[in-house]
Structure formats: structure tokens, C-alpha cells
């Protein structure tokens, strides 16, 4: 046989420089998608983030409005704050409401609770300390008095102590519609490092540089709110002017939302998630430095690079092993075969010596046969050492008799991964992620293990799996509330319906008694209170029982079908005209309206909605009603119009307020409950209603079902 050229073929080389373009066009592109890839998982992290706590300051103010609201509606504190104000000579009232404002203040852990008149002077307080009115609190206060309605103050610091505080002012009213007067002014001050600054500045996961803030503008200059991670005592102190657009507190005030890179308050590059907080000034920042987020792209583009490098490195191995096949063809096929078991060892030494991850040869019994360098790094040994020793050598002893069933799995299975304790030199241990397989070499087998410490990985795993069960915890506390409040609410039921109903039917059974037994020894007057009095009785329990249907249309669980609105309201129109011999009334109903709803609850609505227009067309000489359907600003909305008495527009907001009546019971009859209940049915089916109309000529309401 002729020997080969020496000199490597100009066809091979061509091969080799192709296929090394083509890798390295491959390799870029893994490296960009991956790259890709990771930025979008730390932006949309940080999104979540801000998001979530945004979602939680939502919660925490509506919380304290909450607390507000249960001042307001609390009538007896109101009549005996009102009779105290009149006569502060009276001790027992004033020691009544300083325990109520006592008690108050520790159940929702306010720092402080004042009472002030009308005049702005305090008359009562319950605080750590003496309480003087600063001017922030006094302008909270000025709007309370002015607009009648509860009012929250911004963060400030507070120019008589210096100390950070959040204020809400809770007007105490006395009297109905116009009349409305304020009688005095609550005010609940609250210290945001007790609640409001840890909750911002925790983080899911344990990281060097991450933090959350929260900034507003204040003319030129945007203002830091919160303290902040790596400058303290800067809540309300620290500014930055407006003019630096690098910033990512800049880009926030200028109404960017998502995910943006700039600097921060050190003047750091970072990555940061915005979001602004509803219903306030504030703008949340959740951030992290650029070079803690994108951390892992580095690794990232050092494993591409090595496996690049490796990938090119074995392609020339495997075009020169072309090559030199093509120049030892005579050699004999012993020859052969040790040439390719070396090359396979060079390449396997490549593949291993420079990898991350630590990597292991054993044999069949699994003594160690080769370890890179990451090996001799992780676990303390020298190599000469690690030679020497058995793959059991780095368990723990306790668990050393588990790797024989991984080995048994590796061997049936074609390979494993499995997680497994590993220990090193000194005792240390740690967890490890394990990658095994096996080959067959010359009849003998071998097993190689790439093993990668993932304890940090599990310490963060451990970390969010302990963030997620605090939100599950608190989505149990919040639902043993609920779940308390609809007991407290069927007990009320219960006392309405059982115990409120018993003295109602005694007063009018004896006053009928009265009437029929004593009428001929009783005056024309007397007669005349008597029958007040049962009418009264009558009215009461007509209420009772409008109270009760309320009820029960809050808590009854609903059960979605498809809904012929059309056939539906023919069915209950036709019955109300009957039941009120209203011949002379003209309807008019849409075909074609069907719903996904509570078949229930929308009759309930519909008869509610058609006993109002046929009350309110009773002294019209050509009654009108029409319900159908239209679109507006693109969506479907349904309607029910009348040419009824109408109303002021004024008042449109008591419309759907239980009690809350346009019009006297001389004029028209009802409790005010019917409005009240039409709005619980559609907010309960995700929808919004409203009312248009003109005095003297007739209303209309629209109303759309799941915000079609």
C-alpha cells in the first residue's frame, strides 16, 4: 500500500474552516437566544415584584380605609361624641370615648388617635406622647371638614417632632343629604416603619444589591419616601433633580411603566421594574444592580466559549483522524485501534479538564479512574489522592448504601439524574445534582458522573417556598375573615327574621285588638294612632324582609348557565301587570338577549327593575317601558327605559344605595331596597350599571353582565 501525503489534503482544510465558521455562527446564535432568554426572566422577576408590592401597599391603604369607614358608620360614637362636644362637663361620656379610642388604637395599631372639634382644636387624644397638630395634619384635617369625606394624607416628616408619619382624617357626620353637617374630626396617625417600610424593602430571594422604593415628585426634584438599602436615614430627605434622565427614579416621575435600565440614587447601572400605585403620588421601583441580574450571562458565555472551543477542537481532531487514517492504512488494524482509543482519550481529557462542572471516570466497581480539575478543587483532594479512592468515599456514610440502587437505575435506565449529600476533605457537606451514564469500552464498563453543587439553587428554592406559604397564610387569615363576617352576617339574619319579627307582629296584633274590641270607647284620634301604628308595623316589616333578600343575594353562591334575558322578562312583566291590573301599560322587549348568568338572581333583577318603571309610570296616562339592548363606546350594554316621574340627575349617586329614597312614601311606596339590590346582582356577575334621567320625563338604566 502506497503511504499518504504528509502534508493534510486542501480539501479537509476546507472542510474543517467551514464547519468552524458554521459552529461559531451556531454557538452566537444559542449565546444571543440564551442571553435573551435570561434578561427576560430577571426583567419579568422584577416586574412581578414591583407588582406584587404594589398590589400589597393597594391593600394596606384600603385596609386603613377600612378602619376609617368603621369610625364613620359607627352612629352611637357619633351621637355621644355629638352630646360630649355640647356638655364636656360629662365625665362618663368622656371616659366612654376615650375607651373606645383606646380600644381602637390597639386593635388596629395606630400610633396615635385625636379627636378634634370643628374649630380644629383637640378635645381627646390616646398616644405614647403629647399630641400638637403640625401643619400637614391640619391641612389633611381642612380637607376632611371641607369635602366631608375621608382623607389621607402623603407621607411627610412632621415639623413639630421630625418623625415620618401617614395621616387620615375621618369626618363625624350628623344629619341626611344637604343637611349633612361635620360635627367633628378623627385623626388616626400612623408611623410607616411599623408596617409599611418592611413590607417594601423584603425581598423574595436573597440578593446582594436588590431593593425596593418608593419616590413622588415634588416640583423640580423627585423625593425618596422610603429608606433605602444602601443609604440611611434618607426617607423623606434625600432629592434628585428632575433634569437627569439617566435615572431610573427620572423615568418613573415621566410616566414610564415595565422594565427599564438606568441608573439609581448611587448613580449604579441597574435593571429596575416600575409600576405606578394607584389612587396616590407614588411610583414603586423594584431594582437590582445590572451586574448581580445579568450575573449569569457571564457563565453563561464561559460555558458557550468552552464548548466551542471543544466542539472546534474535536472537529479538527476528528478531520485529522481523517487525515492520519488516510496516512496509516498500512499500518495493521491493531494499530488502528489503539490510534482511536488514544484520540478518544485525548478528547475525553479536553472535555473534562476545563469543564464548570466536576466530573468523574469510574469503573465497574466504581473506583475512580479520572478526575478533572473541578473535581480536585471541590473536594479537597489532590488528584493522585482521588485515584485512589471509591465513589462511596465522597457520601456521607449513611447514604453511601443508596448508590448502589442509583447504579442499579443507571444501568437499566441508560443513564440517571438524581440529587444525592455529597462530602468533601474537611466534612463539609453539601447537595449536589448528579448526571450518570455508562459506556462500554473493550468489554469493560465505565461510569462517568458530572456532578454541580445546586445548595445555593435549594437555598433559594427554600427561600420562596417560605415566601409562598406567608402569602398562603395570609390568604388563610383573610379567608377565615371572610368566612367569620358571613357568620356574624347569618347570625344578624337570623335575629332579624326570629327575634326582631316577634315584637313586630305583637304590636300589631294588640293594636288590631284594640281597634276591634275598644274602637267604640276610643276617639277618632286615638283610632288614628292605632292604625299609624300598624301601618308602621307593616312598614318596618316589609324592611326586615328587604334586609333579608339583600342578605341573601350577597352570600348565595351563584350558578352560571345561558340566560334568555328576552324570554325571561316577558315572563315577569306579564305577571307584575297582571298582579297590579295595569292594562294600559306598553312594553316593548327585545328578542335575542341572552346572558351567561345565576337564572335566579337575574329574575330577581328584572322583577326589581320592572316593579320600579311600573310604580314610577303609575300616574302617567300612557305608560312606557322598554328593555333591549344597544352598544356603547363598543360594547353591549342593556337598558331599561321608562316615561315615568324621572329624577335629578343630582341625586344620581343615592340611586343604588340601600334606603335612599327620591321621593316621599306619600307620593310613591317601597323601602329604597330594589335599586340596592339590582346593583348586588350585577356587581356579583362582574358587571357595572347606571342610570340616566330628567325630572318628568321618565329614566333610563343601563347595565352589562361579566363587562361584555
Known amino acids: 500500500m502506497k503511504e499518504a501525503s504528509k502534508k493534510i489534503p486542501t480539501s479537509l482544510m476546507i472542510i474543517f474552516i467551514i464547519l468552524t465558521i458554521l459552529i461559531i455562527i451556531a454557538s452566537h446564535y444559542i449565546y444571543s437566544e440564551g442571553k435573551k432568554r435570561i434578561k427576560r426572566e430577571k426583567q419579568g422577576d422584577l416586574l412581578a415584584i414591583a407588582e406584587l408590592k404594589v398590589e400589597q401597599i393597594v391593600d394596606w391603604k384600603n385596609e386603613r380605609l377600612r378602619d376609617a369607614m368603621v369610625i364613620q358608620k359607627d352612629r352611637f360614637l357619633t351621637k355621644a361624641i355629638y352630646e360630649y362636644l355640647k356638655n364636656p362637663e360629662k365625665k362618663e361620656l368622656k371616659d366612654e370615648i376615650s375607651f373606645w379610642m383606646r380600644g381602637f388604637k390597639e386593635t388596629y395599631r395606630y400610633k396615635s388617635v385625636i379627636l378634634l372639634n370643628k374649630m380644629g382644636e383637640i378635645v381627646l387624644y390616646i398616644s405614647d406622647e403629647e399630641e400638637k397638630l403640625g401643619p400637614d395634619a391640619k391641612r389633611v384635617f381642612d380637607e376632611a371638614l371641607n369635602t366631608k369625606r375621608i382623607q389621607f394624607s402623603d407621607l411627610y416628616r412632621s415639623k413639630i417632632s421630625n418623625v415620618i408619619r401617614f395621616t387620615i382624617a375621618v369626618p363625624l357626620l350628623l344629619g341626611d343629604g344637604e343637611k349633612t353637617r361635620v360635627i367633628a374630626v378623627f385623626i388616626l ?11 417594601i424593602q423584603t425581598w423574595p430571594v436573597r440578593s446582594e444589591t436588590a431593593e425596593t422604593i418608593i419616590i413622588r415628585r415634588e416640583g423640580d426634584e423627585i423625593l425618596f419616601l422610603s429608606e433605602l438599602r444602601h443609604k440611611k436615614d434618607s426617607a423623606l430627605i434625600l432629592r434628585q433633580p428632575l433634569s437627569d434622565a439617566d435615572y431610573v427614579t427620572t423615568m418613573a416621575i415621566n410616566g414610564i411603566e415595565g422594565v427599564v435600565e438606568g441608573l439609581d440614587y448611587r ?13 396616590t403620588t407614588w411610583y414603586l421601583i423594584a431594582k437590582m444592580d445590572i451586574d448581580e441580574a445579568f450575573k449569569p450571562i457571564e457563565g453563561f458565555l464561559l460555558n458557550m466559549t468552552v464548548i466551542t472551543i471543544l466542539v472546534i477542537i474535536s472537529t479538527g481532531s ?13 499500518y495493521k488494524e ?28 469510574t469503573d465497574e466497581d466504581l473506583n475512580i479512574v479520572e478526575a478533572n480539575d473541578r473535581a480536585v478543587e471541590f473536594y479537597g483532594y489532590s488528584e493522585d489522592e482521588m485515584k485512589w479512592m471509591n465513589l462511596k468515599d465522597l457520601y456521607p456514610e449513611e447514604e453511601r448504601a443508596s448508590l448502589n440502587s442509583f447504579v442499579e437505575r443507571i444501568d437499566t435506565e441508560n443513564g440517571l439524574i438524581y440529587e444525592a449529600m455529597q462530602v468533601n476533605r474537611s466534612g463539609e457537606r453539601f447537595i449536589a445534582e448528579i448526571s450518570a451514564r455508562y459506556f462500554d469500552i473493550e468489554k469493560k464498563r465505565f461510569y462517568q458522573f458530572i456532578i454541580r453543587d445546586i445548595t445555593e439553587k435549594k437555598k433559594n428554592e427554600e427561600e420562596l417556598k417560605r415566601y409562598k406559604e406567608h402569602l398562603e397564610r395570609l390568604v388563610e387569615e383573610r379567608t377565615a375573615g371572610l368566612e367569620l363576617a358571613n357568620k356574624e352576617l347569618e347570625a344578624f339574619s337570623y335575629s332579624v327574621s326570629h327575634d326582631l319579627r316577634a315584637p313586630l307582629r305583637s304590636i300589631d296584633g294588640f293594636s288590631q285588638v284594640l281597634l276591634e274590641d275598644y274602637g267604640k270607647v276610643l276617639d277618632r284620634v286615638a283610632q288614628d294612632y292605632l292604625r299609624r301604628i300598624r301601618n308602621a308595623t307593616l312598614r318596618m316589616e316589609g324592611l326586615i324582609d328587604d334586609l333579608l333578600n339583600l342578605s341573601r343575594i350577597t352570600r348565595s353562591e351563584l350558578t352560571y348557565e345561558e340566560v334568555d334575558l328576552s324570554s325571561l322578562a316577558k315572563e315577569v312583566i306579564e305577571e307584575q301587570i297582571e298582579r297590579e291590573q295595569r292594562d294600559n301599560v306598553n312594553v316593548r322587549i327585545h328578542d335575542g338577549m341572552k346572558v351567561k348568568g345565576d337564572a335566579k338572581l337575574l329574575r330577581i333583577m328584572l322583577e326589581n327593575f320592572f316593579s320600579n318603571a311600573l310604580k314610577f309610570t303609575s300616574r302617567n296616562d300612557r305608560p312606557e317601558i322598554e328593555f333591549g339592548m344597544t352598544e356603547i363606546d363598543g ?3 342593556y337598558f331599561v327605559r321608562d316615561n315615568g316621574v324621572g329624577f335629578d340627575m343630582s341625586y344620581v349617586d343615592k340611586l343604588f344605595k340601600p334606603f335612599q329614597r327620591l321621593h316621599s312614601l306619600k307620593e310613591f311606596p317601597g323601602t329604597g331596597i330594589g335599586l340596592a339590590i339590582i346593583y348586588r346582582i350585577i356587581k356579583r356577575h362582574g358587571g357595572v350599571v347606571w342610570a ?8 333610563r338604566f343601563y347595565f352589562r353582565i361579566n363587562n361584555i
Open 189 to 199: 396617625r400612623i408611623y410607616p416603619y411599623d408596617f409599611l417600610y418592611p413590607f
Open 267 to 279: 448613580r449604579v447601572p441597574v435593571v429596575a421594574g416600575i409600576k405606578k400605585v394607584p389612587d
Open 318 to 330: 476528528a478531520i485529522g483522524m481523517v487525515w492520519r487514517h488516510q496516512r496509516s492504512r498500512y
Open 334 to 361: 491493531l494499530y488502528k485501534e489503539e490510534l482511536k482509543h488514544r484520540a478518544l482519550l485525548r478528547h475525553f481529557e479536553y472535555l473534562t479538564r476545563y469543564a464548570n462542572d466536576v466530573i468523574i471516570l
Open 635 to 637: 360594547k353591549l350594554t
Open 692 to 699: 340616566e334621567g330628567e325630572v318628568g320625563k321618565g329614566a
